[in-house]
């Protein structure tokens, strides 16, 4: 049972306009979510977090949105870049758990066009 | 601050045989995690370390999957007796637990692949 869903495999976007990639959640002890970023051959490297008491957190050019009723949350990439072009995981964990797990979700492939 | 180093980057190994991956986290990182990702998912769980401490393994981890981290340092992972299942990319995260986020850092990982 996929708790963290990432529902489009890849996205294309245009180089300069905005990426928004979409991540969907069932577990509502969610309480705080991230956003890996992956290139080839390389580990995934953390790119920006949200706890569930705010609904938006920005850095630089990633924000990401988080709507706890929908159980929904987005990242948002302004402008797009070429060295965006990666896959993108959305991931959450329980805040009260001790051990910090984070579930994944299947990762969306984001393509820059020039 | 080097980052997560894992080794070997790759390894090829026959169905039947151990192998053994190693870990070095973040110098200062209490906690160490091992995910297991396959080709088209998001990386799973394995288990999990606090200090020298092995607190949690999912049910991922058969019993020829075994973990240690002796000093609370580096970790490895053997995998007794591979199976062609096994072939994945064994990826290795550590976090401090003080802050109060929970942000892993992740190593590059080592790709195994069982012929």
């Known amino acids: 049972d996929q708790q963290v869903k990432q529902n489009s495999p890849s996205l294309s976007v245009q180089e300069g306009r905005i990426s928004i990639l979409n991540c969907d959640y069932t577990?509502?002890?969610?309480?705080?979510f991230l956003w890996y970023k992956k290139y080839p051959a390389e580990g995934p490297t953390f790119l920006i977090s949200i706890s569930s008491i705010k609904d938006k957190n920005e850095d630089g050019r990633f924000t990401v949105f988080l709507n706890k009723s929908a159980k929904h949350l987005s990242l948002h990439i302004v402008p797009s870049q070429p060295g965006d072009s990666a896959v993108y995981f959305c991931a959450a964990s329980e805040g009260r758990r001790r051990d910090d797990k984070i579930i994944f979700g299947k990762g969306t492939r984001l393509h820059i066009l020039p | 601050d080097t980052g997560v180093s894992q080794d070997p980057r790759h390894k090829i190994t026959k169905r039947g045989q151990n192998v053994t991956f190693r870990c070095d986290p973040i110098s200062e990182h209490n906690r160490l995690y091992w995910y297991r990702q396959t080709l088209g998912q998001g990386p799973e769980f394995l288990t999990y370390f606090q200090n020298e401490a092995q607190l949690e393994k999912s049910r991922l981890l058969s019993d020829r999957f075994s973990a240690e981290r002796p000093k609370g340092s580096f970790s490895t992972l053997e995998i007794q007796r591979t199976e062609q299942g096994d072939s994945a990319m064994y990826l290795c995260a550590s976090s401090f637990s003080g802050t109060g986020l929970h942000e892993q850092y992740f190593g590059p990982g080592t790709r195994l692949t069982v012929t």
């Open positions: 577990n509502s002890m969610f309480d705080y």
